[in-house]
């Protein structure tokens, strides 16, 4: 038996598939999105390995499965009954978010990354997850994306920036202004 291999010659041309076959160019709209949250999941994983000794882990590795969730349902030409979404997941992420805002002290300015590792890998979640929102964003204009998503996402760029302060371990530097 011949075995399998990674590649299939399909994309050549610049198209891919999406979840249930559908070809579409690889800049499309919805490849754009998962590809922007399929992205943010690669760097969440190096978040978990650098926060591996944090109470964090078990939590962003939740994320991190239901990150592929999202990026399915955005792969996903024909509209579902079930998304990867919803009213209870955004709650809990809701709460996650005010139990860090309630550990730390209020941040009297704008700050800049923390040189510490899993602080700052936190930071490149945070940023490459409102790139994701963006290009999610960006696929809502021309198809359904449920509210719920959209709010989960910018909910998640807030959570990695107070999980980045949270593991900076209060090493945390204001950013000064030149211009004042």
């Known amino acids: 038996m011949k075995k399998a291999q990674i590649y299939t010659t399909k994309g050549d041309a610049g198209e891919t598939s999406l979840l249930r076959g ?3 160019a690889k800049d499309d709209a919805r490849v754009e999105a998962y590809g922007a949250v399929d992205e ?5 994983g190096m978040l978990q390995l650098d926060a591996a000794d944090t109470p964090f882990v078990d939590a962003l590795s939740g994320i991190q499965n239901r990150l592929f969730a999202i990026a399915a349902s955005l792969a996903d030409s024909a509209p579902c009954e079930h998304h990867a979404i919803d009213e209870a997941v955004l709650a809990s992420l809701e709460q996650a978010i005010d139990a860090l805002e309630a550990s730390l002290p209020h941040a009297k300015g704008f700050l800049l990354p923390s040189p510490v590792k899993a602080s ?3 930071n490149m979640c945070r940023t490459v997850c409102r790139r994701a929102e963006r290009r999610i964003v960006a696929m809502a204009r021309m198809h359904k994306v449920p509210p719920c998503l959209m709010a989960y996402m910018n909910r998640l760029s807030d959570y990695f920036f107070l999980l980045s302060r949270s593991l900076s371990g209060g090493n945390e530097k204001i950013w000064e202004n030149p211009c004042k």
Do not use: G, I, K
């Open 120 to 122: 700052l890998s936190a």
């Open 40 to 44: 943010l999941s690669a760097w969440l």
């Open 22 to 24: 559908e070809r579409v």
